[in-house]
């Protein structure tokens, strides 16, 4: 009686001493080799979250950063947080931020999306184009923010260290000011 198989023959499982080709391995290996890249940037940032995890059960302060040896501190690094006036309020706002910020993005994303499917081909690669110009002039103005901020700006911050100014310089701070104000 002949066993009828639905699998195609180069599919099938080997046969007990028969010899396995090359190319059935490669197609084994193919998915973990495609994952390799994923796992080893996995495993770069796994070691500082373990570092900062045992490093929050430690009393950890000016003198343990010259050498002093560490203590340990338990849990008590977490009451601390865990009581801490402001720390009910911070975990609130940052909830609803994040809520916020998921759903309008699904939001509009989907809007975008509908509105694609009904437009013309044309009008969709105006629109595509003038929306990658525009997160572009976006991402540069956070940048040019960010680099010359008074607080936290490199360029600043390099004038300061260099002896240019004896202080700090607002160089936005000024114009925005001056944008919104009623003058």
């Not at 495609?34 to 796994?46: E, I, K, N, T």
Request: glycine residues 8%.
């Amino acid at each position: 009686m002949a066993v009828v198989s639905s699998v195609r023959p180069e599919l099938r499982e080997s046969e007990p001493g028969r010899r396995t080709s090359g190319k059935r391995v490669g197609r084994r290996l193919t998915p973990y080799l495609l994952l390799a890249p994923a796992l080893l940037v996995m495993l770069a940032f796994c070691y500082p979250i373990i570092f900062l995890v045992s490093f929050s059960f430690q009393h950890y302060g000016l003198d343990e950063f010259s050498g002093a040896p560490v203590k340990f501190a338990g849990l008590d690094n977490y009451r601390a947080v865990f009581k801490h006036p402001e720390f009910v309020s911070a975990t609130v706002r940052t909830v609803v931020l994040a809520v916020a910020i998921v759903s309008l993005t699904l939001v509009c994303g989907t809007i975008v999306a509908l509105v694609m499917q009904r437009i013309d081909r044309f009008t969709r690669t105006v629109l595509v184009t003038g929306l990658l110009v525009v997160v572009g002039y976006i991402w540069a103005s956070v940048w040019w923010f960010q680099y010359l901020n008074h607080s936290i700006g490199l360029a600043l911050t390099l004038v300061v260290e260099f002896g240019v100014t004896l202080g700090s310089v607002a160089v936005l701070g000024y114009a925005m000011r001056r944008f919104f104000s009623k003058r």
